[in-house]
């Protein structure tokens, strides 16, 4: 089992996709970065807060069939790699959607979703899966 | 005139309103005839007495705090408010996940009303997301807060094998509630006894239940009397009303009680989705009222009355108002009908029962 | 700079090891090697030893003084370092001990790498391997290691047509390579059909896709190349040792087709030997799912960028092809005990160069090159031999 404030630190991240736009130059990041990699020493102290849209594009997309051990019964599922509508990647599972279904270039968006249980006296996690966006 | 102004001005000032809805009903389905195939069960009896075809099914990834959060992330978007002007959020279920730990801080967090609010969860069988709606309902009126958020939501429990089986069903809804908005709530009566109908013991995975006993002096007997109630302070008939909304522990009951009240088909028609989703606990009602007035027009006048074990009902009087036209409306309808369905292997596989 | 040597290789036979602890492999490959470079234990100067998580398969970390103890040269109290880069750790030794002779500080210097990987149950194994991928935001949402080949192997079929049949074909080569090597895990020759009706493992990789689970250790003594021949005749002189990082998530990458990592760390390692692409008689790469090898020679420069596959189908990476690659029958065949990897493909070259690698001999070797990956492709590190 994993303390608790691990997980409980990213909560704005994973719940509400809150990631980093750079003052200066404006990109933005997410998962959240605390330094920009074009502006470096300048950003510092310069990410702010910002929340993405949760509406992407599939890249690159695979299932699933030999999981992690949190994932096992949830099998066969898919993962994408989704370029979100603000230019920047994400690593994200697509729920309610047949293999035969997704696709490269297929559109999603995000949704809410229980990640994982530390076992069964631990605590529950949620985060952000994807649908097709309709 | 003082005193005209003075009663107006009280009047405005306790003005209660649905200011926006939010509905979630899972993808997924399991027939009745799936689940009677498992037990030997004539499927057809079972359909026809129980007044349902099929129900919905949690994925294996939904529980009542992301029902919840979809609900309500709906609610949010389509009354169009700032979620940090939230003051409360309450979710009624008898499936939280945690035991303790409120769903309600999830929603809170996800909806992005936090941290300046009060927040709980509730428990009352079926009917704690109506509860919820009083309280919210109570704190706007006293000037506490801004907006509060009820939810009804549920992933319900029945044991293998059980009659529960056949209803118990996923879904909830999210009500936001504050001075004006596309309903306004006139009034609310509660009737409540101590009456064990259905219970779920601590540390227990299935509820039981006294099987016809949830009939007579339960359901039809809180139902009736919290609706005669609130019409009796209202001043209002059931022909009075457009539409009515009863709990929905199956097909056939909320039928029943409309006819023993003295409302039609017509009238209970649009919030009856019982048949098709089966029975969402906590969601029930709620479900069943944001149905209605997905298809409601200003100036219907709509009454709900929700039923929980153990046992109470609250009911509502409620009028639509002219906001509720240019109010982007989910039609929860469609949405119940984009589904897959599941054999009872799957089924046992996303309740995780295997 | 002092130019550097490998005087000497050894090696355990990889595979499912039962009998064997992370203790036994460490202590058989470096006796082996030392006992090939023909030097004593007290000539040791120093030791590094890749790894990537004695902890999380034998929950053991304080690793490079345990090696230094099952090889019962404790009393000579040599400075002894564990170095970690996930499936790159073994590379990153060699690069350690390279360094540590080239700046002089130095003389003979042991490196290794070793994994353990069978004392764990399947699905931990996965899990300890996936720590080599972002945790927080790519393995906790459920991204596994072969997920993320995956990915990219997809977005290669893509853009550049590469089928599933050519992936199965670098697959099909390394296991005829491995019938050969009697260290590898698998002696076995497979077809096309064999991997292409194999259990899907992360779409579109097949379980014969991908590299298996192995215990094995690896190891290397190096010398400067002036006191070299004190010990032995058979020398094989390090013509470039270099290393390069990226982001450790996929999703971070400038791109998906490549590694771009293991292009810096290429192009650097050209530079430094003064060779081109054209001049590798001989490579070991880092396939630890077949899109990775296709990937890996074109991202060295062996092919054009989305000619990996077709190249392997058509036999221009086989032993008798014009630029034989995993000739050991690669991580695929041979075996990928992970921290191993990298010192594995130094024994490979070095036995290819000195004309040891018998069935699988390539004639007339004199330059061979190491591509060895952490994770998935947050760190490459590139070595080139050649004989002197």
């Known amino acids: ?134 | 005139m003082k005193h005209f102004y003075t009663s107006f001005y009280f009047h405005f000032d306790n003005m209660v309103a649905i200011v926006g809805y939010g509905a979630y009903v899972p993808r997924y389905r399991i027939k009745v005839e799936e689940i009677a195939r498992m037990w030997g069960d004539d499927a057809t009896s079972i359909s026809r007495g129980l007044g349902i075809n099929e129900k919905s099914v949690p994925a294996i990834d939904e529980d009542t705090a992301t029902i919840a959060v979809e609900a309500a992330r709906r609610a949010v978007k389509s009354a169009g408010i700032d979620a940090g002007e939230i003051g409360a959020i309450y979710v009624g279920s008898e499936s939280h996940p945690y035991a303790v730990k409120p769903t309600a801080t999830i929603v809170a967090e996800a909806i992005g009303a936090t941290p300046y609010l009060t927040a709980a969860d509730y428990e009352f069988a079926c009917k704690a997301g109506t509860a919820g709606m009083q309280n919210c309902i109570a704190l706007v009126k006293a000037g506490m807060i801004k907006y509060g958020m009820a939810i009804g939501a549920d992933v319900a429990q029945a044991a293998p094998g059980d009659a529960l089986e056949y209803t118990a069903a996923a879904g909830g809804a999210a009500y936001i509630i504050g001075k004006d908005g596309i309903a306004t709530i006139n009034e609310t009566a509660s009737f409540t006894t101590d009456t064990p109908d259905f219970w779920r013991r601590e540390g227990q995975p299935y509820p039981g239940h006294g099987e016809r006993f949830t009939g007579e002096p339960a359901y039809y007997r809180h139902i009736t009397n919290a609706a005669r109630l609130l019409m009796e302070k209202m001043g209002t008939k059931p022909s009075d009303y457009d539409y009515a909304i009863f709990h929905q522990p199956n097909g056939k009951f909320p039928r029943r009680v409309a006819k023993m009240l003295g409302f039609n088909d017509e009238q209970i028609k649009p919030g009856l989705l019982c048949p098709i989703i089966g029975n969402t606990y906590s969601g029930s009602a709620m479900l069943g009222l944001a149905a209605t007035l997905d298809v409601a027009k200003a100036g219907d006048h709509i009454i709900m009355v929700s039923f929980g074990s153990g046992a109470g009902s609250d009911a509502f009087d409620i009028t639509v108002t002219n906001a509720i036209e240019s109010y982007p409306r989910q039609n929860i309808r469609k949405m119940i009908e984009k589904k897959e369905y599941v054999d009872y292997g799957l089924y046992m596989k996303y309740r995780g029962e295997i | ?388």
């Not at chain 3, 300890?128 to 972002?134: G, I, N, Q, R």
């Not at chain 3, 097949?206 to 190096?222: F, K, R």
Request: hydrophobic letters at 40%; charged letters at 25%; aromatic letters at 8%.
């Open chain 3, 1 to 388: 700079m002092r130019e550097v040597a490998v005087i000497g290789i050894g090696m355990t036979k990889f595979g499912e090891l039962w009998d064997k602890s992370f203790r036994d492999l460490v202590a058989e490959a470096g006796i082996k090697a030392i006992m090939d470079a023909g030097i004593e234990g007290k000539d040791i100067d120093a030791m590094y030893i890749g790894g990537m998580s004695s902890g999380g398969f034998v929950e053991q970390e304080h690793v490079a003084p345990l090696a230094i103890e099952v090889a019962g040269l404790e009393d000579f109290h040599i400075p002894a370092t564990r170095v970690e880069g996930a499936c790159a750790s073994g590379g990153i030794a060699m690069r350690q001990g390279y360094m540590a002779i080239a700046s002089g500080i130095h003389d003979i210097v042991l490196v290794g790498g070793a994994e353990k990987m069978t004392d764990v149950v399947g699905t931990e194994a996965t899990n300890v391997l996936a720590s080599a991928a972002d945790r927080e935001w790519e393995a906790f949402f459920g991204m596994t290691f072969p997920g993320l080949y995956a990915l990219m192997a997809r977005y290669h079929m893509h853009k550049y047509g590469t089928t599933q049949e050519q992936l199965a074909s670098v697959a099909v080569k390394n296991h005829y390579n491995g019938s050969m090597n009697p260290n590898a895990q698998f002696n076995r020759k497979i077809s096309i059909e064999d991997v292409l009706s194999s259990p899907m493992v992360a779409d579109p990789l097949h379980l014969l896709d991908c590299s298996p689970i192995t215990d094995g250790a690896a190891a290397a003594i190096l010398a400067p190349l002036d006191i070299a021949k004190k010990y032995t005749d058979k020398i094989v002189k390090v013509l470039a040792s270099t290393q390069a990082s990226d982001t450790i998530s996929l999703h971070n990458r400038k791109r998906f087709d490549a590694l771009p990592a293991a292009i810096h760390a290429a192009r650097q390692a050209y530079k430094m030997a003064g060779v081109e692409p054209k001049d590798i008689d001989v490579a070991e790469v880092h396939d630890c799912f077949t899109i990775a090898e296709i990937m890996a020679i074109e991202d060295l420069g062996f092919f054009e960028k989305g000619e990996g596959g077709k190249a392997t189908e058509d036999g221009l990476t086989a032993i008798d092809g014009e630029l034989p690659v995993n000739t050991s029958g690669g991580l695929k065949a041979k075996g990928h005990p992970v921290g191993a990897t990298g010192v594995a493909q130094v024994n490979e070259i070095v036995m290819q160069l000195r004309g040891e690698a018998g069935k699988r001999q390539v004639k007339d070797a004199e330059i061979g090159l190491t591509h060895n990956v952490g994770g998935s492709g947050g760190t490459a590190v590139v070595h080139i031999l050649g004989v002197i």
């Open chain 1, 1 to 134: 089992m994993m303390a608790v404030p691990r997980y409980w630190r990213e909560i704005p991240a994973r719940y509400n996709l809150i990631g980093k736009r750079c003052k200066i130059c404006g990109n933005i990041y997410f998962p959240p970065r605390s330094i920009c990699p074009v502006c470096r020493r300048k950003s510092v102290g310069q990410m702010e807060d910002y929340k993405l849209k949760g509406t992407g594009v599939v890249e690159s997309y695979t299932v699933i069939h030999v999981p992690p051990p949190h994932f096992e019964g949830e099998e066969p599922y898919i993962m994408a790699l989704i370029k979100l509508d603000e230019g920047t990647y994400v690593t994200g599972q697509i729920v309610e959607c047949d293999e035969k279904e997704v696709h490269i270039g297929m559109r999603v968006r995000a949704t809410f979703r229980k990640i994982m249980e530390d076992g069964e006296k631990g605590a529950i996690y949620y985060g952000y899966k994807f649908v097709k966006e309709e």
